[in-house]
């Protein structure tokens, strides 16, 4: 296929196109211009002066002659001042009109010359003898009037080529008048011809190829994303369709990717909801068909214990009390795993909680322990948020709980404080007791992990699993503050409640 021109090398063409025919039509306007320019000078500062300085030597001969004629027959010296200053008028004249060219060799300069030299001979015959002393005369009178008809003709000749050479100027500055209106109507032309050349050029190798893409786009994304993008026009055009064309067959292959994971996600989610409902067939039988039967071996070793204490011997007591001990701590196994499995698994409503009565009802399922311990519990003013009762109270008893267990040889000291932090409140349990190494922040979240042995501290390991867990079904999140240097401060987030008045009202 013919490789296609690029959008720069059709601006280009059409560029140096019209760039000729505008240049061509500016040069052709500007020797109009020229000619128009040079025929007015010529006209108005050679040929016009010279018809108004041929008239003007024309007035100055006939001052002369009439001076002249005055002086023969008056014979008096007054009657030669027109003479004289036709004289210097004449000069004048003259001086002027060879200036503005009517120089010797010159058809105006010949036609000068045949004038003052008419001029001459008609002074030299009339008035310069009687200006030496010869007596005017009638006669010398009617000798003047044929040499100044000389005069006259040869100034009628000069008269009449200055004003053919006037009319020739007059001709030439209307003809290059016309010529310069004519190359500014083909300059308007061409100008108007090189802008449909350029928009032309755009329109059919640049708009429409570029309308065609776009309706192509469309077409693909509203009614068949499997229709091929083809691209014509320049080169940059079909490179532009060439891409769309990629991301086209890109999109198609992460579609079909991601059909592929929503039907092994769809597979996942059925089985995950069959292994749900196996839980919570293994839940209801643990929380049934397996607590029974432990409560029995619980309740008959504890009869065994009171029955047989200090019967039996030492080794006897000890194994009982094994039993007993084990058997409860099976319960509290059981019980606490429940509570974990059941979290976020069959969601409650949830209502708007004021939390100070969360940690009243915590701390009063706690009242044993913080009577045995001595611990003295402070909170500050604490929000309303958003939850389910029963888990936000569990959340609040297993920190403050453990606050109480893990402590050192001081009575605990625990604080309860809440403060905003952009678009949550940030909660903080904070205690004096043993503390907790930073390298242990994230493992003691874990289900089952543990830090110290059950006969240090009881317990089952699950309470921050499930407070973690908790937390997070409201959408917060809990975590170790390791810049607390003395004593255990566990922070955890919960969203603010929007409209508070307003979800207070409603539950």
Known sequence: MKPAWSIRRWASLSGVIATLLLGGAIVAGSLALTNLTDSRARLLDVTG???????????????????????????????????????????????ELRRLGATPGTATGDDL????????????????PVLSGVPATV???????????????????????????????????????????????????????????????????????????ATEVRDVASADIHREVRGSGPKEMRELASDVE???????????????????????????????????QFAYVASHDLQEPLRKVASFCQLLQKRYQGKLDERGDQ????????????????????????????PGENVLLETGDLLNIALGNLEDA?????????????????GEKSL???????LVGNAIKFRGEDPPEIDVSAERDGEDWRFSVTDNGIGIKDEYAERIFVIFQRLHGRGDYPGTGIGLALCRKIVEHHGGRIWLDTTVTAG????FTLPVAENPSEENGEA
């Not at 024309?58 to 008096?76: C, I, P």
């Not at 009982?320 to 319960?331: E, H, L, P, S, T």
């Not at 913080?370 to 958003?386: K, N, Q």
């Open 49 to 95: 002066p010279q018809v108004l300085q041929s008239t003007a030597l024309s007035t100055a001969m006939l001052d002369q002659e009439t001076g002249v004629r005055g002086y023969l027959l008056g014979g008096r010296p007054e009657f030669l001042e027109p003479y004289r200053d036709g004289v210097k008028a004449q000069d004048t004249a003259v001086a």
């Open 113 to 128: 010359d045949r004038v003052l030299n008419a001029a001459t001979a008609w002074r030299r015959t009339v008035i310069e």
């Open 139 to 213: 006669a010398q009178v009617d000798a003047s009037k044929p040499l100044f008809d000389e005069v006259r003709g040869s100034l009628g000749t000069l008269q009449s080529r200055l004003e053919v050479e006037r009319l020739d100027a007059r001709g030439d500055l209307s003809a290059s008048a016309d010529v310069l209106r004519v190359m500014l109507i083909v300059i308007a032309v061409l100008l108007c011809a090189a802008l449909a050349l350029v928009f032309l050029v755009l329109h059919r190798k640049l708009i429409k190829p570029i309308r065609r893409l």
């Open 246 to 280: 990629s991301l086209r067959a890109r999109i198609i292959a992460e579609v079909t990717d991601l059909e592929r994971a929503q039907e092994t996600i769809a597979v996942r989610t059925r089985e995950l909801e069959r292994s749900n409902s196996d839980l919570e």
């Open 319 to 346: 194994y009982i009390g094994f039993a007993v001990d084990g058997a409860k701590r099976m319960q509290a196994l059981i019980n606490d795993l429940l509570a974990f499995s059941r979290v976020g698994r069959r």
């Open 370 to 386: 913080i009577a045995e311990s001595g611990a003295r519990i402070t909170h500050g003013e604490l929000p309303a948020v958003l």
């Open 392 to 398: 936000l109270t569990a959340v609040l008893q297993n």
């Open 488 to 491: 255990t401060r566990f922070s």
